[in-house]
């Protein structure tokens, strides 16, 4: 299960480095298209990791747990940038569609909806590398206690 996961991240990661280019190509649009096709492959890998890792590791070894608790709550701040942070971003680049912004408007919402995906995604690879280096490590250990 967890090379599979960790399969996974690299799936995301394919997405991200799509991401990025959308970002850096000014492409906003299109990186928020990629971001929402994720949300439900990306929920789901949560609820799994959560369900079943954190499961393994509560049982077998709580008194190693504080920091993958931790890690694993930081799907909270995933998931809220998908109900919510995503939505705000969209939103915004539909209404600079709409009604054509133009000038220092326009550069400071696009600059805004940079900076906040941008910081979706940075933090996206830390969480996934914290994963790899401390939760998974620890449930595969605790699984074999």
Known sequence: MIERLKSEH??????????QGGINNNDIAHATE????MTDKVTHHAVEEEAR?????MQKAKDESPESIRIMQE????????????????????????SQIQGDDYA?????????????????????SEEEQIVFPLALKADLL
């Open 53 to 57: 890792l954190m499961q393994v590791i």
């Open 108 to 128: 400071g919402k696009n600059q805004q909806s940079r900076k906040e995906l941008n910081e979706f995604i940075t933090n996206l690879r830390s969480h996934f």
């Open 34 to 37: 990629i971001i929402r096709s």
């Open 10 to 19: 690299r799936s995301f990661e394919s997405k991200i480095v799509e991401i």
């Open 75 to 98: 799907h909270n701040w995933v998931i809220n940038f998908f109900k919510n942070r995503l939505g705000t971003i969209e939103n915004r680049i539909n209404s600079k569609i709409d």
